[in-house]
T-cell receptor, first 117, second 114 residues
């Protein structure tokens, strides 16, 4: 079946540095990818939606200059947390939707645990 | 705005007992409905979904859910809990014209006692 690979699974960085998280669709073309943020014991909050080749659409309250999203190809989307601070520490999850599989069929990555010291 | 409510942030059952996790949505037009399971430090795995057709939906691992329009509910059940069912469960909806943009409930942590 379709698989979404998210990398890295865990990253620790110093405050002020930037971190890039990759989300790849392995055996299908992902026309749309979604990025979620999850705090401990909390639900997933949608951060942004990205369509291949166009600018991401950010949810209200999400800083687009802080969380840079690139979806340059049909199999790869990246989330870059710029100038990370401890409050950015969280679990980030991507999901991908393939146009040929029915729009309601979404696949999630395994998540990235970001810890900012 | 669309919202999803999961009653009970934590549910504890004994092994072999019935599992019932509640989910209600708010929408004048029934959305598409999903249940996901999440194990610690992992992504989400789809258990089942309702889009159209039969309102009783069967999923993986013996779970099923019934869409009740009159009650705006989509409760998840399993007749007999296993220890391996212990995890976080999320109900999610997507409006039919939103192209996969999921709105999640708060999550319910299921514990299974031996």
């Amino acid at each position: 079946g379709a698989v979404v690979s998210q990398h890295p699974s865990r990253v620790i960085c110093k405050s002020g540095t930037s971190v890039k998280i990759e989300c790849r669709s392995l055996d299908f073309q992902a026309t749309t990818m979604f990025w979620y943020r999850q705090f401990p014991k909390k639900s997933l909050m949608l951060m942004a939606t990205s369509n291949e080749g166009s600018k991401a659409t950010y949810e209200q309250g999400v800083e687009k200059d802080k969380f840079l999203i690139n979806h340059a190809s049909l199999t790869l989307s990246t989330l870059t947390v710029t100038s990370a601070h401890p409050e950015d520490s969280s679990f980030y999850i991507c999901s991908a939707r393939g146009g040929g599989q029915g729009w309601e069929k979404l696949f999630f990555g395994s998540g990235t645990q970001l810890s900012v010291l | 705005a669309q919202s999803v409510t999961q009653l009970g942030s934590h549910v504890s059952v004994s092994e072999g007992a019935l599992v019932l996790l509640r989910c209600n949505y708010s929408s004048s037009v029934p959305p598409y409905l999903f249940w996901y399971v999440q194990y610690p430090n992992q992504g989400l795995q789809l258990l089942l979904k309702y889009t159209t057709g039969a309102t009783l939906v069967k999923g993986i691992n013996g779970f099923e859910a019934e869409f009740k329009k009159s009650e705006t509910s989509f409760h998840l059940t399993k007749p007999s809990a296993h220890m391996s069912d212990a995890a976080e469960y999320f109900c999610a909806v997507t409006p039919r014209n939103q192209g996969g943009k999921l709105i999640f409930g708060q999550g319910t942590e299921l514990s299974v006692k031996p």
